[in-house]
């Protein structure tokens, strides 16, 4: 396999990890894309295998160079390994070492972020359409009436920016539910 001709430019046929092998692959360091070179980084099939078996070894400790690399993709994906070695001192020492660009720094911990979900209040899964009931009484402000303890909610919608809000229609009327009083199906 080549890699394409920007990046065997950049770095000098050599993976951009360990500095010892000849590169083989570009590797696209997630959430980009493939349309540019600055996207990727130039790998050996030792490294690239390494990433796919998700090792934490000693193997590395090649890092401690990479992550000084000039190259932002290079320093993305040498962070992200290290962070996922981060209980090994030498690789704590290392993340301790760096000062990188925020940027760079934000887009090695995305692969890690995890989106927030909303959930009822025994900790399932909700999504838009589901049915769920209540599971105490609440009181419906700007109206008359109460929702009672066991009505069913069909339908409902969740609220993008709050993972603890829902939409549901009760008695004909749109209203906002705390998911921590409803459980799902």
């Known amino acids: 396999m080549s890699i394409n001709t920007k990046l065997a430019e950049r770095s000098g046929g050599t993976c951009e990890l360990c500095s010892a092998l000849p590169a083989t692959h570009d590797y696209t360091v997630s959430p980009k894309d493939d349309s540019s070179a600055d996207n990727q980084v130039a790998l050996c099939d030792s490294c690239l295998e390494a990433i796919k078996n998700e090792d934490k070894s000693e193997y590395w400790r090649c890092l401690e160079g990479s992550i000084w690399n000039t190259e932002p993709a290079v320093q993305a994906l040498s962070y992200r390994l290290l962070y996922t070695c981060k209980e090994n001192d030498w690789a704590n020492d290392v993340i301790q070492s760096v000062e990188l660009d925020e940027a760079v720094t934000q887009w090695a911990l995305s ?75």
Do not use: M
Request: aromatic share 6%.
């Open 111 to 185: 692969i890690f972020e995890v989106a927030e979900v909303h959930k009822d209040a025994f900790g399932n899964t909700l999504e838009s359409g589901d049915t769920v009931t209540l599971t105490q009484g609440l009181n419906v402000k700007g109206t008359s009436f109460t929702a009672a303890k066991g009505t069913v909610v069909k339908r409902i919608r969740l609220v993008p920016d709050n993972v603890g809000q829902i939409e549901g229609k009760i008695n004909d009327q749109t209203i906002v539910i705390l998911t921590k009083y409803v459980k799902k199906g």
